[in-house]
């Protein structure tokens, strides 16, 4: 519509900004969980991930060394701050700057650096911009330095320390081999099944087929809240109970309803020459639908599996239900939602960066697949 | 890893037996029941044939009655029972239910999930379409678009945590307000009544994608000629759109909502992880995982109300496909 009726390259401005400003809205909230899941721990809760690249002002806390050299009737300690080893474990990136500092933890920043900080009972204790530090005081410091708290730039830094956690502790690599576990089988096997089915409600003449194909399409719609109590029943009555076998049936029946439609819904629209003249050469059904029909149906079979694939690895609700909550059985979405979530909402790193983990093989497959995913999708709903 | 073993060992037993089970069953059929000699030749072909679609039917057939058909009866049944399965209470779980001040609110929050969710994503859904539909880099800005489709409930949560989060240095709503001025940090998810809207947008984000994608197919579909008619006639480019485009994808449209309005009496994900269902957010499906392993009673009989919700949509489904199929 852009160039038919007069030119109008002010509204095609506004057409670009207006889908750029979509994108970002869609692309940022994504991009702050990459971000943080790289980012330190102490820089994820002082600053936000859209400051990621800058330095951080970080309060840190050390001592000053325990070395006095007397000084007249004073002991005076010097040394700098970053020699210290607490101080250090703060600023894995190297320190920088310091900007202030301070005796109290109440008040980390009291005095300027650079100024000579009066700490009453005659002691003094001056902080430079670089960490150097000089500590006077009327008696021996004894055996422990005086406790310092400054503040100091910390430069960017970048780790994939939360990526080392969450992949070897917390059980979080059992989780992620648990939903491989759980994902392939209930993607393959309900391929096969629903591909016979649907080559007979597409192709072979029967009684009663306008009627399955009807109830395929209303089961395609009941809530699956409905199967969660009687089923769980009874696979505990058929001693499966909460168990891998039990929810590869589940999903395996949930993603029926659906793998029937779209398969039918392909196969109808295959060449009806071809199936009649494979037909009149003498091939029976079987042989039909294992040479020509599965081979030709391909880009629907792959549609359905990336769906299904998608569906079983993001799925939380199913997982819930039908597989046993120790922590030898769960899947990530659960481990994320019930454990990560609940004791550790306050570790922004660990979760972003297992969270990350569990979204980073479904847009991998999203983006390599993306082509029949949309096939899929538009034959399921457009003909 | 015995679990994996298992894994290994289930896909073989499973694509290794429905290959066997499709393939011996007509064996069977064709040279032992019905063989295709003798006098009967030709009567036993055709039994053979009248017999087959059932074959080919039937492992579906018997998992979609088992998981779905069975369910809706089944639990009708148990929502008659109270906690204890022998106790018989009737409607009783149903009273209690209409009764509760909890099933009031989720009932509710439901209902305006199932209208702001499926409007605002068919809203976005259609923009980014017709937006994209012309533009050079359509697609790459389409697919970034898509994208969430693909993310979790779970893991799209998470993602809108750092944007929600109480603090103006991880969340962004929160560092957008401080920057404007505002000292002090809101929690938008413990909002009276709004924390609902901020918990509907993931699904919106989420959703998008799909509204876009179709919907785009869609206008793509639509006659050049209609088009071209009413620029001709002077139309403007809102006139074209809103006159001529979306009436000739009602249709879709419709489609694209009432998928949506499905998904959303099933998601019980973004609720469970980012409130709880407390602060009153508490919808549907979360509240029946309330019940759920503790009160099998309660849980199926919310989980046929949401059934009777669908039902409506159900009828229609069934009598659209069977439109088409005539």
Request: charge should be negative.
């Amino acid at each position: 519509m852009d160039n038919i009726a007069g030119q109008k390259s002010s509204l095609t401005w506004a057409t670009h900004i207006s889908v750029l400003l979509l994108v970002l809205l869609w692309l940022i909230p994504t991009i702050g969980l990459f971000v943080s899941s790289f980012r330190d721990r102490d820089q994820i809760s002082a600053s936000g991930w859209w400051n990621a690249p800058f330095a951080v002002e970080l309060t840190a806390r050390g001592r000053t060394s325990a070395e006095a050299t007397p000084d007249g009737d004073m002991f005076v300690v010097t040394g700098n701050i970053y020699d210290d080893p607490e101080a250090q474990s703060y600023f894995p990136g190297g320190g920088g700057e310091v900007v202030a500092f301070g005796t109290r933890g109440a008040n980390p920043t009291e005095f300027d650096a650079g100024t000579e900080a009066d700490l009453g009972d005659g002691e003094t204790l001056t902080v430079n911009a670089d960490g150097t530090y000089r500590y006077v005081s009327p008696e021996d410091p004894g055996s422990r330095g005086q406790r310092v708290y400054f503040a100091a730039a910390s430069p960017p830094n970048f780790t994939l320390d939360n990526y080392e956690q969450v992949l070897t502790a917390d059980n979080m690599d059992q989780a992620f081999i648990n939903t491989f576990t759980v994902t392939i089988p209930a993607t393959i096997i309900p391929i096969l099944i629903a591909a016979f089915a649907a080559y007979a409600l597409a192709w072979m003449d029967f009684p009663g087929r306008g009627v399955l194909i009807a109830v395929v399409v209303g089961l395609l719609v009941v809530p699956l809240q409905l199967a969660l109590v009687p089923m769980l029943n009874l696979h505990n009555k058929l001693g499966i109970g909460q168990s891998f076998m039990g929810i590869w049936f589940a999903h395996t029946a949930f993603g029926m309803p659906l793998a029937v439609y779209l398969l039918r819904n392909y196969m109808v629209g295959l060449p009806r020459d071809i199936i009649e003249s494979a037909k009149v050469d003498g091939a029976t059904d079987f042989e039909l639908f294992v040479r020509i029909i599965l081979p030709l149906s391909l880009p629907a079979l792959a549609a359905f599996s990336i769906f299904q694939f998608l569906w079983t690895w993001n799925d939380l609700l199913v997982a819930k239900v039908f597989l046993p909550s120790d922590d030898a059985s769960k899947v990530m979405t659960v481990k994320i939602a019930d454990d990560l979530l609940g004791s550790r909402g306050g570790d922004w790193g660990i979760l972003a960066t297992a969270a990350f983990v569990s979204i980073a093989v479904p847009l991998l497959v999203f983006f390599t697949m993306q082509r029949f995913l949309v096939r899929g999708l538009l034959a399921g709903s457009v003909k | 890893m015995p679990v994996i073993l298992q894994g290994i060992i289930t896909i073989l037993i499973g694509v290794g037996g429905c290959v066997a089970y499709f393939y011996f069953s007509n064996l069977l059929l064709d040279k032992v029941i019905f063989p295709a000699k003798g006098e009967k030749a030709g009567q036993n072909i055709n039994r053979a044939n009248q017999v087959r679609p059932w074959l080919f039917l039937f492992p579906a057939v018997f998992v979609l009655g088992l998981y779905l058909v069975y369910p809706v009866i089944g639990s009708f049944f148990r929502s008659l029972y109270g906690r204890n399965p022998d106790e018989f209470v009737g409607l009783g779980n149903y009273a209690s239910l209409i009764a509760s001040e909890d099933f009031r609110i989720s009932f509710f929050n439901n209902f305006l999930w199932a209208i702001v969710v499926p409007a605002g994503a068919t809203f976005f859904g259609l923009m980014a379409a017709q937006l994209t539909d012309k533009l050079s880099w359509g697609n790459l800005a389409k697919s970034l678009i898509f994208m969430p489709m693909a993310i979790s409930f779970v893991g799209a949560s998470l993602i809108w945590k750092f944007v929600y989060a109480n603090d103006a240095d991880i969340g962004l709503i929160n560092a957008i307000r401080a920057s404007l001025g505002f000292t002090d940090p809101v929690d938008v998810l413990q909002i009276p009544f709004w924390n609902n809207f901020f918990l509907m947008i993931i699904l919106i984000w989420i959703q998008t994608g799909f509204a876009m994608v179709i919907l785009s197919a869609a206008l793509r579909g639509i006659p050049e000629e209609t088009i071209e008619a009413a620029i001709l006639d002077g139309a403007n480019p809102w006139q074209l759109f809103f006159q001529i485009k979306v009436p000739q994808i009602m249709a879709t449209i419709v489609v694209v909502w009432t998928t949506i309005t499905i998904l959303v009496l099933k998601v019980f994900d973004i609720v469970y992880t980012m409130t709880g269902g407390n602060f009153g957010t508490e919808i549907l499906p979360s509240y029946m995982m309330d019940f759920m392993f503790r009160d099998d009673g309660r849980a199926t009989a919310i989980a046929f109300v949401i059934m009777l919700i669908v039902l409506p949509v159900m009828i229609w489904n069934i009598v659209q496909a069977r439109k088409e199929m005539r």
